[in-house]
């Protein structure tokens, strides 16, 4: 029965440690980080990164700087993927 108790009480702890959690999501912030890429300037350059963009790896920071040069380029599609037709066709 000790072991069943000190299980509980760290699953409980743990809950709440969770819970209590003021700190967004690393999809959240990647969420963030998106939005925050979209609303620069198109000429601002990709360093230094927006401030809510800081805990994301540089793999997935650089996703979404190429993301967002792809979209300017007009490179993707309606759903956000790039679209090969467009990449090869000439720009508008």
């Known amino acids: 029965m000790n072991r069943t108790h000190t299980a509980a009480v760290l699953a409980?702890?743990?809950?709440?440690?969770?819970?209590?959690?003021?700190?967004?999501?690393?999809?959240?912030?990647?969420?963030?980080?998106?939005?925050?890429?979209?609303?620069?300037?198109?000429?601002?350059?990709?360093?230094?990164?927006?401030?809510v963009c800081e805990r994301l790896t540089e793999e997935d920071y650089n996703t979404i700087v190429v993301g967002r040069v792809m979209e300017d380029l007009g490179w993707t599609g309606e759903d956000g993927r790039l679209d090969p037709n467009k990449l090869i066709s000439p720009s508008p």
């Open 12 to 51: 409980g702890l743990l809950l709440t440690a969770t819970a209590c959690s003021s700190e967004p999501s690393y999809d959240q912030t990647a969420d963030q980080c998106i939005a925050a890429v979209k609303a620069r300037p198109k000429d601002t350059p990709a360093r230094p990164r927006p401030k």
